[in-house]
Nanobody, 127 residues
């Protein structure tokens, strides 16, 4: 059974940092994109960042570029999202997801490109 589990969310003040982690089990970790998305109340799920299978290529949403860093440890089957200089508008439930097709970037910014999702972790940034 494939399972993704996020951890590291919480309540912080504007300007603080958080590090999210997502552990994958039950499916091969290597060879697939790993992405982070977020969803605020009343809004659609939006792309945050993606990292390729080898960890040497990353893409970010404009809203987080320069503040967030995605990374992965293939030996630990884990992907991370380091979030610095947090803003109130970053408040959302954050989800990690594993790509649908191996060695494919197709539609990396769309939730449809990901086959497995974690339950999400709440990040709340107060002003």
């Amino acid at each position: 059974q494939v399972q993704l589990v996020e951890a590291g969310g919480g309540l912080v003040q504007a300007g603080d940092s958080l590090r999210l982690a997502c552990a994958v089990s039950g499916r091969t970790f290597s060879g697939y994109l790993m992405g982070w998305f977020r969803q605020a109340p009343g809004k659609a799920r939006e792309f945050v960042a993606v990292i390729n299978w080898s960890g040497d290529n990353t893409i970010y949403a404009e809203s987080v570029k320069g503040r967030f860093t995605i990374s992965r440890d293939n030996a630990k089957n884990t992907v991370y999202l380091q979030m610095n200089s947090l803003k109130p508008e970053d408040t959302a439930v954050y989800y990690c997801a594993q790509g649908r097709n191996r060695y494919s970037y197709n539609s990396y910014g769309s939730p449809a490109a990901y086959v497995t999702w974690g339950p999400g972790t709440q990040v709340t940034v107060s002003s």
